[in-house]
């Protein structure tokens, strides 16, 4: 505290540096979310100015909606915006209590019969979507949604009935992987670096980056991206890199990939920070508001995993 009892000011980046350049693209374009979570990750700011942003998004159900991920618009509670808030939690350090007890009867709320989550709750119907986003009546179970969240309860050692089943269908769904697309072994990934039998997730990792190796899932020449191809349904160019799936040097996924490899891929993420300050928004865009807000997060989410490697970022 200075002596007139102010909190000081947080230090300010390097002139031109990665950060610096991020810092004035999310002031000037995040959502207060964002802004409150980039103050915490990377200018010394305080938790609960996060939490009280994010308490904005959060309905009576326990689930989280309010266009919290910017795919899925409307107020509803989705599965995809509750995991969301549940990682903004574990960035955080708040990812407990009844707080998470609340998530996880919403959870249980909208699991399948075989208590796992659908990607979308056919509650969004009627609400503006993406396109490439489909809306059941009875839609099926998805490692895509539920494999990031289970991990994430694990790894904060969360118990909760909804976690037993849940868990059952994530190793299930993880180890029948026979083809798959980069965003469905990025949900494999989470799940595994945090599920608490450790040789079963090694071997089950090891498994997957082989698959990923062989089907040309990860780009790992980012000078020569026509020879890697994009999966189906994704936007044109929207490769998925080393980086992309070894968010952290602990992650099983950094066994995947040569010291080279990953070399070149963090090589490549730092160089794509755009003029503005930002990174860019990979996946395809349906509407000009989404890109909007989706790209401070992408710009949070690529400093981190800069950062977590050891590049500097001022």
Same mark, same amino acid.
Request: net charge negative; proline share 10%; hydrophobic share 40%.
């Given at each position: 505290?200075?002596?007139?009892?102010a909190?000081p000011?947080?230090?300010?980046?390097?002139?031109?540096?990665?950060?610096?350049?991020?810092?004035?693209?999310?002031?000037l374009?995040?959502?207060?979310?964002e802004?409150?979570?980039?103050?915490h990750?990377?200018?010394n700011?305080?938790?609960d100015?996060?939490e009280?942003?994010?308490?904005?998004?959060?309905?009576?159900?326990?689930?989280?909606?309010?266009?919290?991920?910017p795919?899925?618009?409307g107020?509803?509670?989705?599965?995809?915006?509750?995991?969301?808030? $549940?990682r903004v939690?574990?960035?955080?350090?708040?990812?407990?209590?009844?707080?998470?007890?609340?998530?996880?009867r919403?959870l249980?709320?909208?699991?399948?019969?075989?208590?796992?989550?659908?990607?979308?709750?056919?509650?969004?119907?009627?609400? #503006?979507?993406?396109?490439?986003?489909?809306?059941?009546?009875d839609? #099926?179970?998805?490692?895509?949604?539920?494999?990031p969240?289970?991990g $994430?309860?694990?790894?904060?050692?969360?118990?909760?009935?909804?976690?037993?089943?849940?868990?059952d269908?994530?190793?299930q769904a993880v180890?029948? $992987?026979?083809?798959?697309?980069?965003?469905?072994?990025?949900?494999?990934?989470?799940f595994?670096?945090?599920?608490?039998?450790?040789?079963?997730?090694?071997?089950?990792?090891d498994?997957?980056?082989?698959?990923?190796?062989?089907?040309?899932?990860a780009?790992?020449?980012?000078?020569?991206?026509?020879?890697?191809?994009v999966?189906?349904?994704?936007?044109?160019?929207?490769h998925?890199? #080393?980086?992309?799936y070894?968010?952290t040097?602990?992650?099983?996924?950094?066994?995947w990939?040569?010291?080279?490899?990953m070399?070149?891929s963090?090589?490549y993420?730092?160089?794509?920070?755009?003029?503005d300050?930002?990174?860019?928004?990979?996946?395809?865009?349906?509407?000009?508001?989404v890109?909007?807000?989706a790209r401070?997060?992408?710009?949070i989410?690529a400093?981190?995993? $800069?950062?977590?490697?050891?590049?500097?970022i001022?």
């Amino acid at each position: 505290m200075s002596e007139t009892g102010a909190s000081p000011l947080p230090a300010t980046p390097p002139a031109r540096s990665p950060l610096f350049r991020a810092e004035h693209f999310v002031w000037l374009t995040a959502r207060v979310l964002e802004q409150r979570l980039f103050a915490h990750d990377f200018l010394n700011g305080g938790a609960d100015p996060v939490e009280t942003a994010l308490d904005a998004y959060r309905n009576e159900d326990g689930g989280y909606g309010h266009a919290l991920e910017p795919d899925l618009r409307g107020p509803v509670s989705q599965p995809l915006h509750t995991a969301h808030a $549940l990682r903004v939690l574990d960035c955080v350090g708040r990812c407990g209590g009844q707080r998470v007890e609340r998530v996880c009867r919403y959870l249980t709320s909208v699991s399948t019969a075989d208590g796992a989550l659908p990607a979308v709750h056919p509650s969004q119907r009627g609400y #503006p979507a993406a396109p490439f986003v489909p809306i059941v009546d009875d839609p #099926p179970s998805e490692l895509l949604a539920t494999g990031p969240v289970v991990g $994430l309860l694990h790894r904060n050692e969360v118990w909760h009935a909804w976690l037993f089943r849940a868990t059952d269908f994530c190793w299930q769904a993880v180890e029948s $992987l026979e083809e798959s697309h980069p965003y469905e072994i990025e949900a494999a990934v989470a799940f595994l670096d945090s599920a608490p039998d450790r040789p079963r997730a090694e071997a089950a990792a090891d498994r997957l980056g082989r698959l990923v190796r062989e089907h040309r899932l990860a780009a790992l020449d980012p000078d020569h991206l026509d020879a890697y191809p994009v999966a189906p349904g994704y936007a044109p160019g929207e490769h998925h890199f #080393p980086h992309d799936y070894a968010k952290t040097p602990s992650s099983l996924a950094r066994a995947w990939f040569t010291d080279d490899e990953m070399t070149r891929s963090l090589d490549y993420l730092a160089a794509t920070q755009q003029e503005d300050g930002g990174w860019p928004v990979r996946w395809r865009q349906w509407t000009p508001v989404v890109a909007f807000e989706a790209r401070p997060m992408v710009t949070i989410e690529a400093l981190r995993t $800069l950062r977590a490697h050891g590049r500097p970022i001022g």
